[in-house]
């Protein structure tokens, strides 16, 4: 069965830091390009950092300097580590994986093939 799950979501004081994980089961994503997306009440997910199967990596402009995304293939497991927390930063984060043409902030989150049901961050 393949399947993203999220964990590490919760509450932050603003300043703070996260430590979200997406643990694949069912399917090896080392080849894919694997993402974090977030998603607040009544808008479009926005991608925010990408990991390329090289290790590229990627993202918007936001979290610049903030999140890191990072993987281990041996555990199949994707993170990201949230620092300097801002409220802004309060939604459902996502991950996914998947074969698409550009692994960098644009893409959308309905091009990856497997995607997870998210994680709730709030920040305050």
């Known amino acids: 069965h393949v399947q993203l799950v999220e964990s590490g979501g919760g509450s932050a004081q603003a300043g703070g830091s996260l430590m979200l994980s997406c643990s694949a089961s069912g399917f090896t994503p080392d080849p894919y390009c694997m993402a974090w997306f977030r998603q607040d009440p009544g808008k479009e997910r926005e991608g925010l950092a990408f990991i390329g199967s090289g290790g590229a990596l990627s993202y918007t402009d936001s979290v610049k300097g903030r999140f890191t995304i990072s993987k281990d293939n041996d555990k199949n497991t994707l993170y990201l580590e949230m620092n300097s927390l801002k409220p802004e930063d309060a939604g459902t984060y996502y991950c996914?994986?998947?074969?698409?043409?550009?692994?960098?902030?644009?893409?959308?989150?309905?091009?990856?093939?497997?995607r997870g049901q998210g994680t709730q961050v709030t920040v305050s």
């Open positions: 996914a994986a998947g074969y698409v043409y550009n692994c960098w902030p644009g893409t959308r989150f309905a091009a990856f093939g497997h």
